[in-house]
C-alpha cells in the first residue's frame, strides 16, 4: 500500500515557466512532508519542508502548499530553470519520527 | 559543515557474502538513518538510529542490521547477500530535536553490485 504517490512520473516545461509538482498521502499521521532533489548516482537534496500546522512554505523560487483535507501537496518552482532538471521526491513522516516515506518520484525537464 | 559521508562509494559482491557500510553524519547531528534505493521499490526506510539507540525500523528481513557508534557514526550490515539486495544505499542525518521531525541531509551513497 504506498502511502505517498506521485502519480506524475515525468513533466516538462519551458525555461521561465511555473513547474507543478503534486504528491498525495493516505495517512492521516503524517503531520512533516519534504521535497527533494535527486540528480542520478547522487544522494536527495533537500528543497523545503512544510508543518502541517502552515499550508504554505515559500524560499526563494520554491514554494509548497499543503492541502489536509484533500491529503494533497504541492511544489511550485518559479521561474524554472534548465537546473532545476532532476528527479523529485516528496516524503512524509510524523510527528516523533525520523523515518520519511517517499513517493515515487517526478522527473523534470526544463527545456531551454 | 561538511556533509553527510559515506564509504565506499561502491561495491561489488557475490551472493551468499555479508556487507558492512559506514557513514558520518554532519557534526552535531545525532539521528542517523539509512534508506535503500531501488528501481522496482524506490526510495525505502531501513532503519533510525539515535544517540546509539534504534529508534524506527523498516520492513526489511533481519539479515539487514546497524549500529550507531557514541560519536553517531552509524554501519549497516547486510548478511547472507541476495541478488535482490543490489541497490543505492544512503544514509542521511538528522539534529533530530526529541519529539519532532526534522530534515534530513543525506549522503551520496553506496552503489552495492551483487551477483
Known amino acids: 500500500d504506498q502511502q505517498v504517490k506521485q502519480n506524475s512520473p515525468s513533466l516538462s516545461v519551458q525555461e521561465g515557466r511555473i513547474s507543478i509538482l503534486n504528491c498525495d498521502y493516505t495517512?492521516?499521521?503524517?503531520?512533516?512532508f519534504l521535497w527533494y532533489k535527486k540528480y542520478p548516482a547522487e544522494g536527495p537534496t533537500f528543497l523545503i519542508s512544510i508543518s502541517s500546522i502552515k499550508d504554505k512554505n515559500e524560499d526563494g523560487r520554491f514554494t509548497v502548499f499543503l492541502n489536509k483535507s484533500a491529503k494533497h501537496l504541492s511544489l511550485h518552482i518559479v521561474p524554472s530553470q534548465p537546473g532545476d532538471s532532476a528527479v523529485y521526491f516528496c516524503?512524509?513522516?510524523?510527528?516523533?519520527?525520523?523515518?520519511?516515506?517517499f513517493g515515487g518520484g517526478t522527473r523534470l525537464m526544463v527545456k531551454p | 559543515k561538511a556533509g553527510v559521508t559515506q564509504t565506499p562509494r561502491y561495491l561489488i559482491k557475490t551472493r551468499g557474502q555479508q556487507v558492512t557500510l559506514s557513514c558520518s553524519p554532519i557534526?552535531?547531528?545525532?539521528?542517523v538513518s539509512w534508506y535503500q534505493q531501488t528501481p522496482g521499490q524506490g526510495l525505502q526506510f531501513l532503519f533510525e538510529y539515535f544517540s546509539e539507540t534504534q529508534r524506527n525500523k523498516g520492513n526489511f528481513p533481519g539479515r539487514f542490521s546497524g549500529r550507531q557508534f557514541s560519536n553517531s557514526r552509524s554501519e549497516m550490515n547486510v548478511s547472507t547477500l541476495e541478488l535482490g539486495d543490489s541497490a543505492l544505499y544512503l544514509c542521511?542525518?538528522?539534529?533530530?530535536?526529541?519529539?519532532?521531525?526534522?530534515?534530513?541531509?543525506f549522503g551520496p551513497g553506496t552503489r552495492l553490485t551483487v551477483l
Open positions: 542521511a542525518s538528522s539534529p533530530r530535536t526529541s519529539g519532532r521531525s526534522n530534515e534530513q541531509f
Open positions: 495517512n492521516s499521521m503524517f503531520d512533516y
Open positions: 516524503a512524509a513522516s510524523h510527528h516523533a519520527g525520523n523515518m520519511l516515506t
Open positions: 557534526s552535531g547531528h545525532r539521528s
